[in-house]
Structure formats: C-alpha cells, structure tokens
C-alpha cells in the first residue's frame, strides 16, 4: 500500500518517550486509520487498537473501560511500555475530560502507557483539546492527498487531479462519473453537513448552511460578498450568520473564505471574500458537468486551474505558518498572496480565464514581496507548482 509522508512521523513519534499524547485530526476520507494501521502493522511496541464509532456518545466511560484493560494488559504480560489508540474518539461526549484524567494517572504512576488519538471531526477535536489538554498532547495534521501522492498512488494526470482532487477512495470511480459524484456527496459532503458541524455547534437554520456550502463550492476562485451571496439562497439569514457558517466549514477543511491583502486588519477583515475549496472534488461535485466538458472549455476550466493551485496553499498554510489572501485594485488582481510574519509572496494563475498578468507587476512595485511569479506560463507550471515545497517558498 501506499505510505504517506505521515507514516514515518507516526512511527517516529512512537519510538518516542512518552511525553505527550499523539492527536491525529484531517478533514473527512484522507486515510488516517489507514496510515495508522500501516504504522501499526511494523512496530515492535505492544498496542490495543479501540474504536468510538457504535459506541454510545452519551457513555465516555467507556474510554476509561478501555483504558483500564489496556493497563491490565500491561501488567499482566509486563511490558514496560503499550500504546493505546483511540479513533472517532470525538463523538464521545466530555471525552477529553475522561483522557484527561487516565493520562495524569498514567503520568503520576509512571506507566509507560502511549496513546495515539484519532478524530474525523477537527471542530470537535479542536474543541476538546483546547478546554482539557493543553500541554498535553501533539497534533499531526493529516491534509488533503497532493497531486503527487495521487499520481504516485493512483496513476493521476494533472488534469485529472485539477478535476478529481485528493480524495483516494474516490480514485477508483473516476472512469464512472456518476458514481464518483455520489461517492463525494454521501460519503464526504453528506457527513460535513450533517454530522461534523452539527454535533459541535447549534445550527438554527441547517438548510441555509447546506445551501451556503454549495454555493461557496460552486464560487471557488470568484471574488462575491456576502450580501450578494445572500441573495442567491433560499432561506433568510444575514451576513454575520454566512460568516460564521463559512468559519465552520473552514474549519471542516472544504471551503474557506480568503481576505483581500491590504497593509492594516481592519481592511483585510472588511474585504469582499473570495472562495476556495481545500479540494477540488468538491468544486466538481457540486458545479462540475463532467470531466470532459470542463476541461474542453477553457473559461471554466480556468476556474478549475485557479482553484487546484489555491487548495493547495489553503491546505499547507497551517503546517507552514503563512496566511492566504487575495489582492485587487480596479480590475487589476493578483489571485494570491502569502503573508509569514512580514515576508510576501505574490502568485498569479494563468489559468485560461485571464490573458493579462498586469496585476502582480502593479502588486510587486506597491508592496515589494520577496517573489512575485505566474504559475501556468515560462519557467513554472502547474504541474510542477503542485510538486513544489511551498517551504521553500519563504527560505
């Protein structure tokens, strides 16, 4: 199978001694367990391996239950060392209250008991460690699939990686277009919708988040307000609830709202958004009209073009501490801009959409970023844009 780059620091951390309590969290169908089981199939150490997935939400005794026959094992067999791992731990109600408390425990009696945690669901992951376990744990943020683990895995093309995205499961549907857009829909968009939101936060009009998510897939790389946007749903909200809503599904990594880039907050912040998707499945599930009829209308698939590049600086900006944003004065505009602490990189897709590329010249000598470049022309594709270290970026 298939090894992501998380495999070895999985395994590394293992081999590790005990000081913090490994937490991995990634949007929806990226292979954590997989990547987990891999990891577990080639240590040494002695492990138990539970899943929270039937158990009922309502019981998180049931971690400690756990727990405790993993101790049992322990001392029964007399390792000196275990590891315990934990998946969907996040549907169990005040579960971080109950890991809390068996891992000080652990901690005061010196057992050398790890503990590896898994969680589908970042809004309640992130939720449960910032009000239990600070100071106590590490997160592996397990992202979306790179074109180049899908090429390597899956034998993807650019452009069917552009289309398609980095979904793996949804690798081996792709030469049946209804059944890949359903796989999406049921099995990613369905539950991000209706589970992981849900079950962190009180929702008052569900139908406008559903229909909110979609349009914002449908908008990925168009530059809209809200109040515009607004007007296209059917349910009545306002603009403070679309915003919080799209806060939401950020967070759930499928669609994200980028800020225009100006010297002071305030201007960032009140900006018309732009709209990006973390994957590009989404994009083509919800707007797409089959791979071939975008692709063979350059417009459109401009629209693709723009927004595989931009999934893919939303998708690292976390691991490598740069924010995302766009920039546009009059009709000139610069798709997107890197901001990490101070240093800026400006980059313009040419995507199909746009034959002019003024705006990034207009954007370097007002602003002066560290590299100013097109991706999509010359010495840069796209192809090799989506290969590229984005660290590298700021060195």
């Given at each position: 199978?298939y090894r992501?780059k998380?495999y070895?620091?999985?395994?590394?951390r293992?081999a590790?001694?005990?000081?913090?309590?490994?937490v991995?969290?990634?949007?929806?169908?990226?292979g954590?367990s997989?990547?987990?089981?891999?990891?577990?199939?080639?240590?040494?150490?002695p492990?138990?391996?539970?899943?929270?997935d039937?158990?009922?939400p309502?019981?998180?005794?049931?971690?400690?239950?756990?727990?405790?026959?993993?101790?049992?094992?322990?001392?029964?067999?007399?390792?000196?060392?275990?590891l315990?791992v934990?998946d969907?731990?996040q549907?169990?109600d005040?579960?971080?209250?109950f890991v809390?408390?068996?891992?000080d425990?652990?901690t005061?009696n010196?057992?050398?008991m790890k503990?590896?945690?898994l969680?589908?669901?970042r809004?309640?992951?992130?939720?449960?460690?910032?009000?239990?376990?600070?100071?106590?744990?590490e997160?592996i943020?397990m992202?979306?699939?790179?074109f180049?683990?899908m090429?390597?895995?899956?034998?993807?093309d650019?452009n069917?990686?552009?289309y398609y995205?980095?979904y793996?499961?949804?690798?081996?549907y792709?030469?049946?277009?209804?059944?890949?857009?359903?796989?999406?829909?049921?099995?990613?968009?369905e539950p991000i919708?209706?589970k992981?939101?849900?079950?962190?936060?009180?929702?008052?009009?569900?139908?406008?988040?559903?229909?909110?998510?979609?349009?914002?897939?449908?908008?990925?790389?168009?530059i809209?307000?809200?109040?515009?946007?607004?007007g296209?749903?059917?349910?009545?909200?306002?603009?403070?609830t679309?915003s919080?809503?799209?806060?939401?599904?950020?967070?759930?990594q499928?669609?994200?709202?980028l800020n225009?880039?100006?010297?002071?907050?305030a201007?960032?912040?009140?900006?018309?958004?732009k709209?990006?998707?973390?994957?590009?499945a989404?994009?083509s599930?919800?707007?797409g009209?089959?791979?071939?009829?975008e692709f063979?209308?350059s417009?459109?698939?401009?629209?693709?073009?723009?927004?595989?590049v931009g999934?893919?600086?939303?998708g690292?900006?976390e691991?490598?501490?740069?924010k995302?944003?766009?920039?546009?004065e009059?009709?000139?505009?610069v798709?997107f801009?890197?901001?990490?602490?101070?240093?800026l990189?400006?980059?313009?897709v040419?995507?199909?959409?746009?034959?002019?590329?003024?705006?990034?010249?207009i954007?370097?000598?007002?602003?002066?970023?560290?590299?100013a470049?097109v991706?999509g022309s010359?010495?840069?594709?796209?192809?090799?844009f989506?290969?590229?270290?984005?660290a590298?970026?700021?060195?």
């Amino acid at each position: 199978m298939y090894r992501r780059k998380y495999y070895q620091i999985i395994k590394d951390r293992i081999a590790e001694d005990r000081t913090a309590i490994q937490v991995i969290t990634g949007p929806r169908q990226v292979g954590k367990s997989t990547v987990v089981g891999q990891v577990l199939d080639d240590i040494d150490i002695p492990y138990m391996s539970e899943t929270a997935d039937s158990v009922d939400p309502h019981n998180p005794e049931w971690i400690s239950t756990v727990w405790e026959n993993a101790r049992s094992v322990m001392q029964m067999r007399k390792y000196n060392e275990f590891l315990l791992v934990i998946d969907e731990i996040q549907k169990l109600d005040n579960w971080s209250e109950f890991v809390k408390k068996e891992w000080d425990s652990d901690t005061r009696n010196k057992l050398g008991m790890k503990v590896i945690l898994l969680g589908s669901s970042r809004l309640l992951i992130k939720k449960g460690l910032t009000e239990s376990l600070a100071g106590r744990f590490e997160l592996i943020r397990m992202g979306h699939w790179s074109f180049e683990e899908m090429r390597d895995a899956f034998g993807f093309d650019i452009n069917q990686y552009i289309y398609y995205g980095g979904y793996p499961q949804g690798a081996k549907y792709v030469k049946n277009e209804k059944r890949w857009c359903d796989y999406i829909k049921d099995s990613i968009i369905e539950p991000i919708v209706s589970k992981d939101i849900l079950l962190t936060t009180t929702i008052y009009k569900p139908a406008l988040l559903r229909q909110l998510f979609e349009l914002s897939c449908d908008y990925s790389g168009e530059i809209l307000s809200l109040t515009k946007l607004l007007g296209q749903l059917n349910d009545a909200g306002n603009v403070t609830t679309l915003s919080n809503y799209i806060d939401l599904l950020s967070d759930c990594q499928s669609v994200t709202k980028l800020n225009k880039f100006a010297n002071d907050n305030a201007r960032k912040y009140n900006s018309i958004p732009k709209y990006q998707v973390f994957n590009t499945a989404l994009l083509s599930a919800n707007a797409g009209r089959g791979f071939e009829k975008e692709f063979t209308d350059s417009k459109r698939w401009g629209r693709w073009v723009e927004s595989a590049v931009g999934a893919y600086l939303v998708g690292n900006a976390e691991e490598f501490g740069y924010k995302v944003y766009y920039w546009r004065e009059d009709d000139k505009e610069v798709d997107f801009v890197l901001e990490k602490k101070g240093v800026l990189i400006a980059i313009e897709v040419k995507s199909g959409r746009r034959t002019s590329n003024e705006g990034i010249a207009i954007f370097r000598n007002k602003f002066s970023p560290k590299l100013a470049f097109v991706v999509g022309s010359g010495a840069l594709s796209v192809e090799e844009f989506l290969t590229l270290n984005l660290a590298n970026l700021f060195e």
